[in-house]
């Protein structure tokens, strides 16, 4: 014997059925049009991204591009300052070296004034004169005293100066040196595009490191450098002056020697 049949389910009218399928047909409408609002949206979005990435590299590469011509320009700088320095240092260092062999030059004029002064003192009787001879003598031994005094104060100076050029040439080649590899650093920047290997995204890239500079506080270092360097340099060259017209008044001073032996000998002394 066959099974009993289910109950049949509710049923609808047709109009019941229209409007249900209008419902569906409405809901589906719907859906789609929010769903191209949404690409609409999202393409414009996307265009305004790709428009706004290439601008800011555009931007960033031109002051990548000024920032490397001013590096470029402080390494220069610095560069010619070291190198200024360095001649300025084995200037200095030529003077003192001659300046220390005028020094010991002027020992044996010294001991043969201080010798005739020793032998004039010897006279007896109306012989013992005071004379104009025994006068350039005493001037003769003041002058070589005075010129020895002078080049030794001068050859502590140049010694001295010599530590402060060598302090101020090893500032000038770690601030160098930290140009050339921020240059280094720098092109590197500007040669990556978005189609360069090897990039990815970094953890708080914009985050600023600790101890950084302001852009004048980097200037102003620089040329705080330079300035010392200049300003050591010019000591330098008055240094080099002095010792110069010292070892110029020793050479007065042999002269004056020679002079004051032809007189020694014309009085038969």
């Known amino acids: 014997m066959s099974a009993p049949s289910l109950k049949p389910s509710l049923r609808h009218s047709v109009s019941e059925w229209h409007s249900n399928n209008q419902q569906l047909s409405g809901t589906a409408q719907h859906e789609r049009h929010v769903s191209h609002e949404i690409r609409q949206e999202a393409r414009t979005l996307r265009n305004e991204t790709r428009c706004k990435t290439v601008w800011d590299e555009s931007d960033t590469s031109r002051r990548l591009s000024d920032r490397i011509w001013d590096v470029a320009r402080w390494r220069d700088v610095l560069e010619c300052s070291a190198q200024k320095v360095d001649v300025e240092m084995d200037a200095l260092t ?4 001659r300046s220390e062999l005028a ?17 004039r003192e010897g006279r007896r009787g109306f012989e013992l004169v005071s004379d104009p001879v025994e006068e350039q003598l005493k001037k003769e031994v003041e002058l070589i005293e005075g010129v020895q005094q002078r ?7 140049a010694f001295e100066q010599l530590c402060v050029l060598q302090e101020v040439r090893h500032q000038l080649t770690a601030d160098l040196q930290n140009k050339m590899e921020a240059l280094d ?5 500007l040669s990556l595009t ?6 990815s995204l970094k953890t708080n890239p914009t985050r600023i490191p600790s ?9 102003q270092f620089s ?3 330079v300035a010392r360097a200049h300003e050591a340099m010019h000591m330098s060259q008055q240094i080099r002056d002095d010792m110069s017209l010292s ?7 042999y002269t004056s020697r020679a002079e004051i032996v032809h007189n020694c000998e014309m009085e038969g002394t």
């Open 223 to 225: 040329q705080y450098n």
């Open 103 to 119: 020094l010991a030059a002027t020992s044996i004029p010294l001991e043969v004034s201080n010798e005739c002064l020793t032998l």
């Open 151 to 157: 080049l030794q104060q001068s050859i502590g100076r």
């Open 247 to 253: 070892r110029a008044q020793v050479g007065e001073s």
């Open 94 to 97: 030529l003077s003192k070296e």
């Open 185 to 189: 650093i720098d092109m590197s920047c």
């Open 194 to 199: 978005i189609k360069s290997a090897n990039i």
């Open 211 to 219: 101890c950084s500079s302001t852009p004048q506080e980097w200037a």
